[in-house]
């Protein structure tokens, strides 16, 4: 077949965060290479210690082979996040965080956590700001109808969550709507 | 089919294809040497968006859009042809530093950074004409019978649809049509009340929208105007933003 069955409704996180790896990061590089011509842009020149912007696929490769050092993004530091969960659970809408927050956060920490302050304490805000927008969601099921639905500054990873259920049920909804007029 | 082979990406490449000059090397001689990071932007990280486009991020928004979408959208033949080219022309500057026992360790380093790359876009390209060719087959009859939207495939993939079309039209027959009365043998009856035989794109389906930039407003199932601000995140049926997605204003996430 061409596209397997598990592909055919929604996308998978893995190609999430393909995706979000296009994205450029900082890193304090600790070797030294020219200037290169890639498909998406040219990168470099890389010379230590001079910090330097190039796609997280490709930082995530050197830190691999610890040939850098990955600058965690601004947000992902303990003050935003916990200022963005006071926000979260005190206001009713969502709080604004960059659309691919989750699967950048997930990267950067599952590769270079020792290059995060505090990563623990990242990780367990990252859980709590998932979980308390979870629930928002959840009741923004209630808004529900057949014709839309806006949900500011929901994130790409949420999205996918919710997708097959809300598409779903928005789905019965028109079939519901339009009975009706047919008969 | 076969996606894996690499004469795949060989039979891809269309007439007319731009003059080649923008390759790994020559591009790597044009860089200029010794600007120690001068010309990083200021943009605030994560922020790519304000900038424009490069061919690679639009293949990922047109496989996203395709992946996302009921209906099958406009071929991007161009889009495809140009980025396929500079695959090609990143991998032969990798085989020939490859071969050339002189090279460095550093310079060892960029060819694994250029064949990470590649294999990157090969997979989004892959995965974006494996979307189009499910379509396609799902939809074989109705593209067949619907001239307008031949328009907006390329040649080989109508030709694709024609044959599968004629493919299985043939299976149908001979394996139960033949037997049946024959006003029972057509396949694209379309009885009231029951849906038509053949298969049509559900444009009513709910997708997940993000405008781009300031939208025109669109008109809801429900007779209200959406009008949707740079950013804006929306749950609404596929029909409602077809034109904002058609026309890049929108994309589908």
């Known amino acids: 077949m061409a596209l397997p069955q598990s592909l055919r409704t929604s996308v998978t996180p893995l190609e999430l965060e393909l995706i979000a790896s296009e994205q450029l990061v900082e890193i304090v590089p600790l070797i ?20 330097c912007r190039i796609p997280l696929w490709m930082a995530t490769n050197l830190k691999l082979k610890k040939k ?18 006071t926000r979260e659970t005190s206001r009713p809408e969502f709080s604004k965080l960059p659309f691919r927050f989750a699967e950048i956060a997930k990267v950067v920490l599952d590769v270079a956590s020792d290059d995060v302050q505090n990563a623990d304490k990242i990780k367990s805000l990252l859980k709590d700001l998932r979980e308390a927008r979870q629930a928002k969601s959840r009741d923004g099921l209630q808004k529900l109808d057949h014709s839309e639905l806006s ?24 079939q519901l709507v339009r009975e009706p007029s047919a008969e | 089919m076969d996606v894996d082979d690499d004469d795949f990406f060989t039979n891809l490449d269309r007439p007319g294809r731009a003059a080649n000059n923008n390759t790994f090397q020559e591009r790597l001689r044009r860089a200029s040497r010794d600007d120690d990071g001068a010309e990083i932007p200021d943009a605030p990280p994560f922020m790519f968006e304000e900038e424009e486009e490069t061919p690679l991020q639009q293949l990922i928004r047109h496989w996203m859009n395709e992946r996302h979408s009921p209906d099958i959208l406009p071929n991007e033949g161009e889009l495809l042809a140009g980025l396929l080219d500079h695959i090609r022309s990143q991998s032969e500057t990798v085989q020939l530093l490859r071969t050339d026992p002189s090279s460095s360790e550093e310079e060892h380093f960029r060819i694994v950074l250029v064949q990470t790359e590649v294999e990157r876009v090969k997979f989004i390209v892959r995965s974006y004409l494996r979307t189009r060719l499910f379509k396609i087959e799902k939809f074989a009859r109705y593209i067949m019978t619907n001239p307008q939207v031949q328009q907006q495939l390329s040649e080989s993939e109508v030709e ?46 709910a997708v997940f929208v993000l405008a781009r930039q300031d939208c025109p407003p669109v008109r809801l199932p429900d007779g209200t105007a959406l ?11 596929y029909s409602v933003v077809e034109q904002l997605v058609a026309r890049g204003e929108a994309e589908l996430v």
């Open chain 2, 160 to 205: 694709h649809a024609r044959r599968f079309a004629r493919l299985t039209d043939q299976h149908f027959y001979h394996s139960v049509l033949q037997s049946l009365p024959e006003t029972q043998q057509t396949l694209d009856d379309q009885p009231p009340f029951v849906p038509s035989m053949v298969t049509e794109p559900d444009k009513g389906r």
């Open chain 1, 32 to 51: 030294t290479m020219e200037k290169t011509a890639f498909i998406s842009g040219a990168y470099g020149p890389l010379r230590p210690p001079a910090k």
């Open chain 2, 227 to 237: 009008d949707m601000r740079k950013g804006h995140i929306s749950l609404t049926p």
């Open chain 1, 68 to 85: 850098c050092h990955i600058v965690p993004p601004e947000w992902l530091s303990v003050d935003f996040l916990l200022e963005r969960l």
């Open chain 1, 151 to 174: 949900l500011p500054n929901l994130c790409s990873m949420e999205i996918n969550e919710i997708r097959p259920f809300f598409i779903q049920s928005m789905g019965i909804l028109t």
